[in-house]
């Protein structure tokens, strides 16, 4: 198969204001999430690692402040305005964090960690040359749509009705909708979609897709149903529903299989990136990595309890293989 790259490392010479840590000794980092840290800790493991290759270590010469909205959007310009007063070296976070930080500061360089088109959501001019205060790295997801489908489609080849459940306040929803339209429309296969903003929704959006006697499920992108991805995967098995995820966090979590980029991959290069940053040293950018596959059997009760594995990725894909296909790096401008 076609190798996909999926993560990109925005680069190009960019001229970092030299306020941002002139106030400080040791410089601050802002770690922003619109969810709660709780479900996020191998990400800030990843971006502490990110650090360390860019000789930055938390607690001797750098300190990060962790800020969260806990699923509260209209929290965000608060907990920017808190990182500006301290003041903040660099502010990090997701597109809805990066959009409320680029609407405050344009002094604090600001590092994104997104799985949308940062040129469409509009915190950049370009993906070489991203311009002011603002870059990042992306992680492809809604253009691996049609693959997921296929993928459970594969699994399930009889099942006439695919579930979606989908966030209607994710960056990318829109997009995210019509490419199941046209991807249910080329293989034939009906797609029931239905949504969910709140925890609240679960309960009768999962009533939805059992009575329509979906076949397999497909769960969509952004940061609420990645933070509930346990709680989706328990109730995907107690439904006897195949179900497919973007992150590979979902099979971790006892979903049946994920494809799509490494989440934990884009935060460490995000952290890498910051430290070049802090070094005024941001201009060579960094590549991009390669497509991970990862699948594992879902709990066999509703408390989660039950056997899950998966192996590397040694040999072509079948149907039924559990396998996590390691990334691979490559950027045509390094080359």
């Known amino acids: ?33 619109r969810t709660s840290l709780a479900d996020s800790t191998h990400l800030v493991t990843a971006f502490r690692q990110g650090l360390k290759e860019a000789d930055f270590v938390e607690g001797k010469n750098v300190t990060i402040e962790y800020h969260r909205a806990e699923n509260q959007r209209d929290r965000l310009p608060v907990l920017v305005a808190d990182l500006i007063r301290r003041p903040a070296a660099v502010i990090v976070g997701n597109t809805p964090e990066a959009l409320a930080a ?47 489908l296929g993928l459970l489609h594969e699994m399930v080849p009889k099942a006439a009705v695919t579930a979606a459940l989908l966030d209607p306040n994710a960056p990318e929803h829109e997009t995210e909708l019509r490419d199941l339209e046209a991807a249910g429309r080329a293989i034939g296969r009906q797609i029931l979609f239905v949504k969910a903003a709140d925890e609240r929704d679960f309960a009768a959006g999962f009533w939805t897709i059992v009575q ?27 439904h006897a529903l195949p179900a497919i995820s973007v992150l590979r966090e979902f099979a971790d979590a006892g979903g049946l299989m994920s494809y799509g980029p490494s989440l934990t991959d884009a935060y460490r290069r995000a952290g890498t990136y910051a430290g070049r940053i802090l070094r005024r040293d941001a201009r060579r950018p960094a590549g991009r990595a390669g497509e991970q596959v990862r699948a594992g059997h879902q709990p066999r009760d509703g408390e989660g309890n039950g056997s899950r594995h998966s192996t590397d990725a040694a040999r072509p894909r079948r149907r039924g293989d559990r396998m996590s296909g390691p990334g691979r790096f490559r950027d045509p401008r390094l080359a």
């Open 1 to 33: 198969m076609k190798r996909r790259e999926f993560i990109t490392l925005l680069g190009g010479a960019v001229a970092w204001p030299l306020a941002a840590r002139a106030q400080q000794p040791v410089p601050v980092i802002g770690f922003l999430r």
């Open 102 to 148: 680029k609407a405050a500061t344009a002094a604090i360089p600001i590092v994104f960690v997104i799985g949308t088109d940062p040129i469409r959501t509009g915190l950049v001019a370009s993906l070489n040359r991203p311009g002011g205060n603002v870059t990042g790295v992306v992680f492809t997801t809604t253009d691996l749509t049609a693959k997921r």
């Open 212 to 238: 329509a006697g979906a076949g397999g499920l497909l769960l969509g992108t952004g940061p609420f149903l990645f933070s509930r991805r346990r709680q989706l995967a328990t109730m995907a098995a107690r």
